[in-house]
């Protein structure tokens, strides 16, 4: 049972000191009862303290480390149920489950086209972070060759399999590299959580519903594996959800330790868009690895754009540095257009230029990370910032013309902006998709 904040003050310093940062010692208890914050941020508890609040400072969702090295992946530790509540953490594990009876040629461009599986989305890399090996051909020589070569990619491996002895063959090659084993069950789990301790490994467990796998996730931890991930994927994409949700719910509201660990799901839905739909779905609702058997890029990218959408911090947008950026082979003839550092604002301008072959330059504004309206309607994107920039050694370098183009859409700032800067300000397409138009025509024509 977790204890209230009233009971965690009682075992606290009760000094006030403020070196939790919180303003006082019951304004800490709150945020440790509500599980905003963590006991090691008070300096000053006992020993006996902190062994009465073991479970009151224990994270709702344990944190789980699939791999070693800079690869690792980290998933698990949330505390809440919504984004908007607070944040999420650690984007999940997104992977391409491979099975063991592939030919060594259909092996080897399975793995080369898994290493290949990156992205650039608005600055950002996004890419396929884990890897599941499939044991199908229920051989242990296939399955250890098939995890083997998949190890060799470099991302933390999943090992699919209820058998521990094709499990302990495969981990024989990939032991080190700290491998998810995927396949306790309420029929094999003491074999299975054997081999996982031995090898230091964490460890998924499925049962046949909630209440079956919250009886067994405390035997495998007191048979020594505590770093364990709830298989909880089904191909039924409703009743998974639902399993999903209720799961994340038990564990944070009604401090389920049972079931307080990070999620797994699989999807062998043959339907690429089913398959796809499913696979965002369980990125949304709290799954922790996301394996899919889909392999083709424009499968995979829209699965990735989703984590990155979901795991970005609302609070912190996506930001590029400010200052002139350069399209193409400029020349202190060519065009200026402005726009704001948030990210998917500028990338989308740089794209527009791009495809318009006409070499450009584009002014990039310090406004917080806000798009352009939304900088010009809290005034971070005004004449004097943007004078200040025109201003700039940087512009006077590189630019041998006065003349800005302004976002169509902020064109009432052009009188104000050119009395305050000097320039010829040019209004330019309200839509970044009339860029190309415009640069081919009215600048090229002016």
Not at 65 to 76: F, Q, R, W, Y
Not at 335 to 362: C, D, Q
Request: net charge negative.
């Amino acid at each position: 049972m977790a204890l209230k904040a009233l009971d965690i003050f009682k075992l606290l310093p009760k000094t006030n000191c403020k070196d939790c940062g919180c303003p006082t010692c019951l304004a800490f208890a709150m945020k440790l009862a509500q599980k905003q914050t963590t006991l090691d941020q008070c300096p000053h508890v006992t020993d006996e303290a902190k062994a009465a609040l073991e479970g009151a400072s224990a994270p709702p969702v344990r944190l789980v480390k699939i791999g070693t090295g800079a690869a690792a992946l980290e998933i698990g530790n949330e505390t809440v149920l919504f984004r908007h509540e607070e944040t999420f953490y650690h984007p999940p594990g997104i992977g391409i489950v491979i099975p063991d009876t592939l030919s060594e040629d259909a092996l080897a461009a399975q793995v080369e086209k898994l290493a290949a599986s990156k992205f650039v989305r608005v600055g950002t890399n996004i890419e396929i972070n884990v890897a599941a090996v499939d044991d199908v051909a229920g051989d242990a020589d296939a399955f250890a060759r098939t995890a083997a070569a998949v190890a060799a990619a470099g991302v933390p491996l999943v090992l699919i399999s209820g058998d521990a002895g094709r499990l302990a063959k495969a981990l024989e090659v990939t032991g080190d590299g700290r491998p998810l084993i995927c396949g306790a069950t309420p029929d094999n789990w003491e074999a299975v959580a054997a081999l996982a301790k031995s090898q230091s490994c964490p460890l998924a467990v499925s049962a046949p519903d909630l209440d079956a796998l919250a009886e067994l996730t405390p035997k495998i931890v007191a048979a020594g594996v505590e770093d364990l991930v709830l298989d909880l994927g089904g191909e039924d994409l409703a009743a998974t959800l639902q399993t999903l949700t209720a799961a994340r719910r038990l564990a944070l509201k009604k401090q389920i330790r049972a079931l307080g660990y990070p999620f797994l799901t699989i999807c062998r839905t043959e339907d690429p868009m089913a398959n796809m739909s499913a696979c965002c779905s369980y990125v949304a609702k709290f799954s922790g690895v996301v394996l899919t058997t889909l392999t083709e890029p424009e499968a995979l990218m829209p699965v990735l754009t989703v984590r990155q959408n979901i795991y970005t911090d609302p609070r912190k947008p996506i930001q590029v540095e400010p200052g002139l950026y350069e399209v193409g082979a400029v020349t202190p003839d060519s065009a200026l257009l402005l726009t704001t550092n948030f990210s998917l604002t500028y990338y989308t301008v740089e794209g527009e230029v791009e495809a318009s072959r006409v070499p450009a330059y584009i002014g990039v504004v310090d406004t917080e990370g806000t798009s352009v309206l939304t900088a010009f309607a809290s005034d971070k994107l005004n004449a004097d910032n943007v004078t200040a920039f025109l201003n700039s050694d940087e512009v006077k370098a590189k630019v041998g013309h006065k003349k800005l183009i302004l976002p169509g859409y902020i064109s009432v700032m052009s009188g104000g902006l050119h009395e305050e800067s000097g320039w010829e300000i040019m209004v330019g397409p309200r839509e970044a998709s009339g860029i190309s138009k415009y640069l081919k025509t009215v600048w090229q024509g002016a």
